[in-house]
């Protein structure tokens, strides 16, 4: 019976270990902006509906979903809505050198030490976090593919509809 | 009782292994191409036709794919 116990105790702590993001605040996250040491502050994006992509210049659905994300970006932002790019390649480099190549018109922030996905518990590349204006998590995404492009344009739209 | 402690560690030390995964941020290395299991897809499809031909089997090569477990 103790044996049992313990097999399911160690069983659960795989689960509890994991708190959910849904409906929290965007934990703090150390990324920088580009040429700065100020943190990115998400806080000044509230009132906002904001998108927190996480990518890296390995990760070829990451890159493929760059045009589509900064179209959307562009279609929206009169509506308030914004995306926070996070690179978490481990040479900052190499990102620089991508986007000088294929340029986004959001906010592209860099976390090399890796502290950021861990905070946003990332389960996969790229992972999208939408972001109501009140400031919370509503949903995650995960990968990204083109067929996902309706979905994602939908889940924005219902959140630039909430006031 | 000793036996009890000692299957219970086997188990604990176990699921210790869970933890033994490289986490989706940090597989840049492993996204290399001179990562991939065959380096050159081409080629070893070629190879696996042939021996396909020959033994009438099929062969156990891996696909291609740089192992960076994006979706």
């Not at chain 1, 210049?57 to 995306?83: D, H, V, Y």
């Not at chain 1, 946003?120 to 999208?128: G, L, T, Y």
């Not at chain 1, 998590?137 to 219902?158: A, C, F, M, P, V």
């Amino acid at each position: 019976m103790k044996k049992l116990l313990l097999i399911i105790l160690l069983f659960l702590t795989n689960f509890l270990v994991k708190a959910d993001l849904i409906d929290q605040a965007v934990p703090f996250c150390p990324a920088k902006m580009n040429g700065t040491t100020q943190n990115i502050d998400f806080n000044s994006y509230k009132g906002k509906v904001v998108l927190i992509d996480f990518w890296a210049t390995w990760c070829p659905p990451c890159k493929q979903s760059m045009p589509f994300l900064n179209a959307l970006r562009n279609e929206l932002l009169t509506q308030g809505f914004e995306i926070i790019a996070i690179n978490v390649d481990e040479d900052k480099q190499q990102a620089l050198r991508f986007l000088q190549s294929y340029p986004v018109d959001y906010q592209v922030v860099y976390d090399e030490t890796g502290e950021c996905p861990q905070r946003f518990e990332v389960e996969a590349m790229p992972s999208s976090y939408f972001v109501d204006r009140k400031g919370q998590i509503r949903s995650i995404h995960l990968g990204y593919r083109s067929s996902d492009q309706q979905y994602i344009r939908e889940k924005i739209t219902k959140l630039l509809s909430e006031k | 009782m000793n036996i009890l402690y000692f299957r219970s560690f086997i188990v604990f030390l176990f699921f210790s292994l869970q933890g033994c995964s490289v986490a989706p941020w940090e597989r840049g290395n492993l996204a290399k191409k001179n990562m991939a299991i065959t380096v050159n897809s081409g080629l070893s499809a070629l190879r696996d036709h042939a021996f396909t031909s020959k033994e009438a089997s099929q062969g156990g090569y891996g696909g291609a794919g740089g192992g960076c477990g994006c979706n």
